[in-house]
Protein backbone atom coordinates (compact mmCIF):
# COMPACT_ATOMS: atom_id res chain seq x y z
CA UNK A 1 0.00 0.00 0.00
CA UNK A 2 1.37 3.21 -1.74
CA UNK A 3 1.97 6.74 0.92
CA UNK A 4 -0.65 8.19 -2.19
CA UNK A 5 -3.47 5.47 -1.57
CA UNK A 6 -3.20 6.38 2.30
CA UNK A 7 -3.38 10.09 1.82
CA UNK A 8 -5.81 9.62 -0.86
CA UNK A 9 -8.46 7.57 1.21
CA UNK A 10 -8.01 9.86 4.79
CA UNK A 11 -8.66 13.17 2.46
CA UNK A 12 -11.90 11.40 0.99
CA UNK A 13 -12.90 10.68 4.85
CA UNK A 14 -11.57 14.28 6.25
CA UNK A 15 -14.15 15.76 3.27
CA UNK A 16 -17.44 13.50 3.53
CA UNK A 17 -19.80 13.77 5.97
CA UNK A 18 -21.92 11.42 5.08
CA UNK A 19 -20.73 8.02 3.74
CA UNK A 20 -22.12 4.08 2.29
CA UNK A 21 -20.02 1.46 3.55
CA UNK A 22 -20.58 -1.68 1.69
CA UNK A 23 -19.52 -5.08 0.31
CA UNK A 24 -20.45 -8.09 -2.25
CA UNK A 25 -23.42 -10.05 -1.93
CA UNK A 26 -23.88 -12.96 0.11
CA UNK A 27 -21.49 -10.94 2.35
CA UNK A 28 -18.67 -12.98 4.29
CA UNK A 29 -16.78 -12.44 7.32
CA UNK A 30 -13.98 -10.53 5.66
CA UNK A 31 -16.32 -7.74 4.13
CA UNK A 32 -18.44 -7.77 7.30
CA UNK A 33 -15.07 -6.98 9.70
CA UNK A 34 -13.68 -5.24 7.54
CA UNK A 35 -16.67 -2.92 7.23
CA UNK A 36 -17.83 -3.12 10.94
CA UNK A 37 -14.24 -1.99 11.64
CA UNK A 38 -14.77 1.34 9.49
CA UNK A 39 -18.32 2.15 11.23
CA UNK A 40 -16.57 1.98 14.36
CA UNK A 41 -13.66 4.60 13.43
CA UNK A 42 -16.28 6.93 11.75
CA UNK A 43 -18.86 6.90 13.65
CA UNK A 44 -16.69 8.52 16.50
CA UNK A 45 -15.33 11.10 13.59
CA UNK A 46 -19.08 12.37 13.74
CA UNK A 47 -19.42 10.78 10.58
CA UNK A 48 -23.36 9.62 9.31
CA UNK A 49 -22.17 6.35 8.65
CA UNK A 50 -24.49 3.35 6.79
CA UNK A 51 -23.57 -0.04 6.03
CA UNK A 52 -26.08 -1.58 3.82
CA UNK A 53 -25.30 -5.00 1.87
CA UNK A 54 -28.00 -6.33 -0.92
CA UNK A 55 -27.83 -9.71 1.17
CA UNK A 56 -28.74 -10.48 4.84
CA UNK A 57 -25.90 -10.42 7.47
CA UNK A 58 -24.90 -13.86 8.57
CA UNK A 59 -25.94 -14.94 11.39
CA UNK A 60 -22.31 -16.42 12.43
CA UNK A 61 -21.29 -12.70 12.69
CA UNK A 62 -24.25 -11.38 14.90
CA UNK A 63 -21.66 -11.17 18.01
CA UNK A 64 -19.75 -8.95 16.48
CA UNK A 65 -19.34 -5.48 18.25
CA UNK A 66 -21.93 -3.22 15.81
CA UNK A 67 -23.12 -5.96 14.06
CA UNK A 68 -26.93 -4.43 14.57
CA UNK A 69 -25.75 -1.38 12.66
CA UNK A 70 -25.31 -3.49 9.28
CA UNK A 71 -28.57 -2.98 7.50
CA UNK A 72 -29.82 -4.97 4.06
CA UNK A 73 -31.55 -3.36 1.14
CA UNK A 74 -32.26 -4.14 -2.53
CA UNK A 75 -32.02 -0.87 -3.59
CA UNK A 76 -30.75 2.42 -1.44
CA UNK A 77 -32.89 5.75 -1.48
CA UNK A 78 -30.78 8.89 -1.08
CA UNK A 79 -27.81 10.22 -1.65
CA UNK A 80 -23.76 10.27 -0.20
CA UNK A 81 -20.71 12.16 -0.30
CA UNK A 82 -18.42 8.82 -0.14
CA UNK A 83 -19.09 5.24 -0.90
CA UNK A 84 -16.62 2.68 -0.04
CA UNK A 85 -16.89 -0.53 -1.88
CA UNK A 86 -15.20 -3.42 -0.18
CA UNK A 87 -14.16 -6.86 -1.49
CA UNK A 88 -15.36 -6.47 -5.01
CA UNK A 89 -13.71 -7.14 -7.89
CA UNK A 90 -15.96 -5.57 -10.25
CA UNK A 91 -19.08 -3.71 -9.41
CA UNK A 92 -21.40 -5.64 -10.70
CA UNK A 93 -20.60 -8.11 -6.99
CA UNK A 94 -22.38 -5.42 -4.90
CA UNK A 95 -25.91 -6.06 -5.76
CA UNK A 96 -26.82 -2.98 -7.88
CA UNK A 97 -28.21 -1.83 -4.65
CA UNK A 98 -27.13 2.12 -5.88
CA UNK A 99 -27.03 4.32 -8.53
CA UNK A 100 -23.17 4.90 -8.05
CA UNK A 101 -23.09 7.87 -10.59
CA UNK A 102 -26.20 9.16 -9.54
CA UNK A 103 -26.30 9.31 -5.65
CA UNK A 104 -22.55 9.00 -4.46
CA UNK A 105 -20.04 12.04 -5.37
CA UNK A 106 -16.84 9.87 -4.55
CA UNK A 107 -16.38 6.03 -4.58
CA UNK A 108 -13.35 3.90 -2.77
CA UNK A 109 -12.89 0.65 -3.99
CA UNK A 110 -10.87 -1.25 -1.63
CA UNK A 111 -10.09 -5.14 -2.52
CA UNK A 112 -7.38 -7.48 -3.04
CA UNK A 113 -9.02 -9.64 -5.78
CA UNK A 114 -6.92 -10.14 -9.25
CA UNK A 115 -8.40 -8.93 -11.88
CA UNK A 116 -9.93 -6.20 -10.22
CA UNK A 117 -11.97 -3.78 -12.96
CA UNK A 118 -10.85 -0.38 -10.93
CA UNK A 119 -13.96 0.82 -11.18
CA UNK A 120 -14.14 3.52 -8.51
CA UNK A 121 -12.91 6.99 -8.42
CA UNK A 122 -10.21 5.86 -5.81
CA UNK A 123 -8.81 2.38 -6.32
CA UNK A 124 -6.85 0.70 -2.99
CA UNK A 125 -6.38 -2.72 -4.66
CA UNK A 126 -3.48 -5.04 -3.40
CA UNK A 127 -4.45 -8.68 -4.84
CA UNK A 128 -1.28 -10.14 -2.72
CA UNK A 129 -2.83 -9.30 0.42
CA UNK A 130 -4.41 -11.89 2.46
CA UNK A 131 -7.87 -10.08 3.69
CA UNK A 132 -9.16 -6.60 2.84
CA UNK A 133 -8.63 -6.43 7.11
CA UNK A 134 -4.94 -6.36 5.99
CA UNK A 135 -5.90 -3.50 3.96
CA UNK A 136 -8.11 -1.72 6.46
CA UNK A 137 -5.34 -2.24 9.03
CA UNK A 138 -2.86 -0.41 7.06
CA UNK A 139 -5.14 2.40 6.24
CA UNK A 140 -6.01 3.13 10.21
CA UNK A 141 -1.93 2.92 10.96
CA UNK A 142 -1.24 5.21 8.51
CA UNK A 143 -3.35 7.43 8.89
CA UNK A 144 -2.37 7.29 12.50
CA UNK A 145 -5.80 6.17 13.82
CA UNK A 146 -5.95 4.29 17.32
CA UNK A 147 -7.43 0.75 17.21
CA UNK A 148 -9.22 -0.18 19.94
CA UNK A 149 -10.69 -3.60 21.08
CA UNK A 150 -14.00 -3.29 18.97
CA UNK A 151 -12.01 -2.52 15.56
CA UNK A 152 -9.36 -5.21 16.61
CA UNK A 153 -12.08 -8.19 16.84
CA UNK A 154 -13.33 -7.26 13.77
CA UNK A 155 -10.34 -6.96 11.74
CA UNK A 156 -9.07 -9.94 13.04
CA UNK A 157 -12.50 -11.82 12.08
CA UNK A 158 -11.70 -10.54 7.98
CA UNK A 159 -8.18 -12.30 9.02
CA UNK A 160 -8.96 -15.75 10.19
CA UNK A 161 -12.27 -16.24 7.62
CA UNK A 162 -9.79 -15.11 4.79
CA UNK A 163 -7.13 -17.36 5.55
CA UNK A 164 -9.06 -20.45 6.98
CA UNK A 165 -7.66 -19.32 10.35
CA UNK A 166 -4.70 -19.36 9.07
CA UNK A 167 -4.06 -22.84 7.25
CA UNK A 168 -4.19 -21.19 3.54
CA UNK A 169 -1.60 -20.44 1.55
CA UNK A 170 -2.41 -16.50 1.64
CA UNK A 171 -1.11 -16.70 5.25
CA UNK A 172 2.11 -14.52 5.43
CA UNK A 173 4.05 -13.25 8.37
CA UNK A 174 2.99 -9.88 7.61
CA UNK A 175 -0.67 -11.88 8.71
CA UNK A 176 0.83 -13.53 11.65
CA UNK A 177 2.90 -9.91 12.84
CA UNK A 178 -0.58 -8.35 12.26
CA UNK A 179 -3.04 -10.73 13.94
CA UNK A 180 -0.04 -10.65 16.96
CA UNK A 181 -0.49 -6.96 16.97
CA UNK A 182 -4.47 -7.32 17.31
CA UNK A 183 -4.33 -10.09 19.83
CA UNK A 184 -2.13 -7.38 22.28
CA UNK A 185 -4.39 -4.87 21.71
CA UNK A 186 -7.42 -7.61 23.32
CA UNK A 187 -8.22 -9.42 20.89
CA UNK A 188 -9.08 -13.46 22.56
CA UNK A 189 -8.92 -15.67 19.69
CA UNK A 190 -10.18 -18.66 21.33
CA UNK A 191 -13.53 -16.67 21.92
CA UNK A 192 -13.66 -15.45 18.36
CA UNK A 193 -13.40 -18.71 17.00
CA UNK A 194 -15.87 -20.38 19.40
CA UNK A 195 -18.06 -17.92 17.44
CA UNK A 196 -17.37 -18.29 13.99
CA UNK A 197 -17.04 -22.12 13.81
CA UNK A 198 -19.47 -22.56 16.07
CA UNK A 199 -22.44 -25.13 15.46
CA UNK A 200 -25.86 -25.59 16.24
CA UNK A 201 -28.04 -28.85 16.58
CA UNK A 202 -30.07 -28.18 13.71
CA UNK A 203 -26.68 -27.12 11.45
CA UNK A 204 -25.08 -30.33 12.62
CA UNK A 205 -28.15 -31.85 11.23
CA UNK A 206 -27.47 -30.68 7.81
CA UNK A 207 -23.60 -31.42 8.15
CA UNK A 208 -24.69 -35.09 8.77
CA UNK A 209 -27.05 -34.94 5.25
CA UNK A 210 -24.44 -32.79 3.00
CA UNK A 211 -21.39 -35.68 4.40
CA UNK A 212 -24.25 -38.54 3.13
CA UNK A 213 -23.89 -37.49 -0.32
CA UNK A 214 -20.01 -36.63 -0.31
CA UNK A 215 -18.66 -37.78 -2.83
CA UNK A 216 -14.79 -38.45 -4.01
CA UNK A 217 -13.14 -39.14 -7.64
CA UNK A 218 -9.33 -38.80 -7.66
CA UNK A 219 -8.60 -35.26 -6.37
CA UNK A 220 -12.05 -33.88 -6.65
CA UNK A 221 -14.17 -33.99 -3.42
CA UNK A 222 -17.86 -32.25 -3.54
CA UNK A 223 -21.29 -32.56 -2.00
CA UNK A 224 -24.99 -30.44 -2.32
CA UNK A 225 -27.31 -28.46 0.01
CA UNK A 226 -30.74 -28.07 -1.61
CA UNK A 227 -33.61 -26.09 -0.53
CA UNK A 228 -35.68 -29.37 0.97
CA UNK A 229 -31.81 -30.01 2.87
CA UNK A 230 -32.20 -26.56 4.67
CA UNK A 231 -36.00 -27.01 5.54
CA UNK A 232 -36.04 -30.18 7.18
CA UNK A 233 -32.85 -29.73 9.38
CA UNK A 234 -34.08 -26.10 10.57
CA UNK A 235 -30.66 -24.43 9.78
CA UNK A 236 -30.20 -21.01 8.11
CA UNK A 237 -27.89 -20.70 5.00
CA UNK A 238 -25.53 -18.73 6.48
CA UNK A 239 -24.35 -21.68 9.20
CA UNK A 240 -23.19 -23.70 5.64
CA UNK A 241 -20.45 -21.50 5.20
CA UNK A 242 -17.78 -23.35 6.61
CA UNK A 243 -18.95 -26.86 5.47
CA UNK A 244 -16.33 -26.33 2.53
CA UNK A 245 -13.39 -26.87 4.18
CA UNK A 246 -14.80 -30.16 5.80
CA UNK A 247 -14.43 -31.37 2.72
CA UNK A 248 -11.12 -29.45 1.64
CA UNK A 249 -9.48 -30.85 4.37
CA UNK A 250 -9.74 -34.71 3.32
CA UNK A 251 -6.25 -35.53 2.25
CA UNK A 252 -7.18 -36.67 -1.28
CA UNK A 253 -9.13 -33.95 -2.00
CA UNK A 254 -7.37 -30.95 -3.54
CA UNK A 255 -10.37 -29.22 -5.13
CA UNK A 256 -13.40 -29.12 -3.18
CA UNK A 257 -17.29 -27.92 -4.14
CA UNK A 258 -20.12 -27.21 -2.35
CA UNK A 259 -23.27 -26.52 -4.44
CA UNK A 260 -25.93 -24.95 -2.65
CA UNK A 261 -29.79 -24.25 -3.93
CA UNK A 262 -30.63 -20.60 -3.12
CA UNK A 263 -34.44 -19.21 -2.28
CA UNK A 264 -34.36 -18.44 -6.38
CA UNK A 265 -33.87 -22.15 -7.09
CA UNK A 266 -29.86 -21.63 -8.53
CA UNK A 267 -26.82 -23.20 -7.31
CA UNK A 268 -24.18 -21.11 -5.62
CA UNK A 269 -21.07 -23.03 -6.41
CA UNK A 270 -18.18 -22.83 -3.99
CA UNK A 271 -14.85 -23.71 -4.40
CA UNK A 272 -11.65 -24.16 -2.49
CA UNK A 273 -8.33 -25.77 -3.61
CA UNK A 274 -5.19 -26.85 -2.28
CA UNK A 275 -1.25 -27.40 -3.82
CA UNK A 276 -1.51 -24.61 -6.63
CA UNK A 277 -4.67 -25.25 -8.57
CA UNK A 278 -6.52 -22.13 -9.32
CA UNK A 279 -10.31 -22.17 -8.57
CA UNK A 280 -10.59 -18.59 -9.75
CA UNK A 281 -10.58 -19.46 -13.23
CA UNK A 282 -13.06 -22.61 -12.92
CA UNK A 283 -15.37 -19.87 -11.56
CA UNK A 284 -14.81 -17.08 -14.16
CA UNK A 285 -16.06 -20.12 -16.64
CA UNK A 286 -19.77 -19.44 -14.70
CA UNK A 287 -19.16 -15.80 -14.46
CA UNK A 288 -18.23 -16.08 -10.83
CA UNK A 289 -14.89 -15.14 -9.32
CA UNK A 290 -12.63 -14.96 -6.26
CA UNK A 291 -9.64 -15.78 -5.41
CA UNK A 292 -6.86 -18.74 -7.02
CA UNK A 293 -7.81 -20.98 -3.87
CA UNK A 294 -11.25 -19.98 -3.11
CA UNK A 295 -13.77 -18.83 -5.56
CA UNK A 296 -17.66 -19.08 -6.11
CA UNK A 297 -20.38 -18.37 -8.58
CA UNK A 298 -24.05 -18.85 -9.37
CA UNK A 299 -25.63 -20.98 -11.95
CA UNK A 300 -29.37 -20.71 -13.26
CA UNK A 301 -29.49 -24.33 -13.80
CA UNK A 302 -30.80 -27.45 -11.97
CA UNK A 303 -28.62 -29.01 -8.99
CA UNK A 304 -28.01 -31.97 -11.52
CA UNK A 305 -26.99 -30.01 -14.26
CA UNK A 306 -24.86 -27.42 -12.54
CA UNK A 307 -23.00 -30.53 -10.50
CA UNK A 308 -22.24 -32.48 -14.40
CA UNK A 309 -21.33 -28.66 -15.85
CA UNK A 310 -18.73 -27.71 -13.06
CA UNK A 311 -17.56 -31.10 -12.52
CA UNK A 312 -17.15 -31.16 -16.07
CA UNK A 313 -15.09 -27.86 -16.21
CA UNK A 314 -13.08 -29.16 -13.37
CA UNK A 315 -11.95 -32.32 -14.89
CA UNK A 316 -10.76 -30.54 -18.08
CA UNK A 317 -8.94 -28.37 -16.70
CA UNK A 318 -6.92 -30.89 -13.82
CA UNK A 319 -6.75 -33.14 -17.32
CA UNK A 320 -7.59 -36.61 -15.41
CA UNK A 321 -8.75 -37.98 -18.64
CA UNK A 322 -10.41 -37.78 -22.02
CA UNK A 323 -14.22 -36.48 -21.75
CA UNK A 324 -15.23 -39.84 -22.23
CA UNK A 325 -14.28 -40.76 -19.48
CA UNK A 326 -15.48 -38.45 -17.41
CA UNK A 327 -18.67 -39.04 -18.29
CA UNK A 328 -18.52 -42.41 -17.35
CA UNK A 329 -17.70 -40.81 -14.17
CA UNK A 330 -21.04 -38.93 -14.10
CA UNK A 331 -23.18 -41.88 -14.69
CA UNK A 332 -22.54 -43.11 -11.57
CA UNK A 333 -24.61 -39.77 -9.82
Given at each position: ????????????????????????????????????????????????VHFINRDLLPKIYEFLPGSKKVKNQKK?????????I????????????????????TTVNIDHHMG????????????????????????????????????????????????????????TSEVHTIAAELLDIGVDPDFIASEVYATTKNSTRLFTEMLKRLKVIKNVGWSFITKKMLKESGAHESET??????????KEVEVAILFKENNEGNIKASFRSK?????????????????????????????KKAEKMV?????????????????KMFKKF
Amino acid sequence: MTEKEIASFGNIINNSKKILITTHINPDGDGIGSGLALIHKLKKMNKEVHFINRDLLPKIYEFLPGSKKVKNQKKIKGNYDAAIILECPEIERNGNIIDYKKQVKTTVNIDHHMGNTNFADINIVDPKAAAVGIQIFKLMKGLGWEINKEVADCIYVSIITDTGSFRYSNTTSEVHTIAAELLDIGVDPDFIASEVYATTKNSTRLFTEMLKRLKVIKNVGWSFITKKMLKESGAHESETDNFINTIRAIKEVEVAILFKENNEGNIKASFRSKNGIDVNLIAKKFGGGGHMHASGCVIKESMKKAEKMVLTEIFKYLKNGKKNEDNKMFKKF
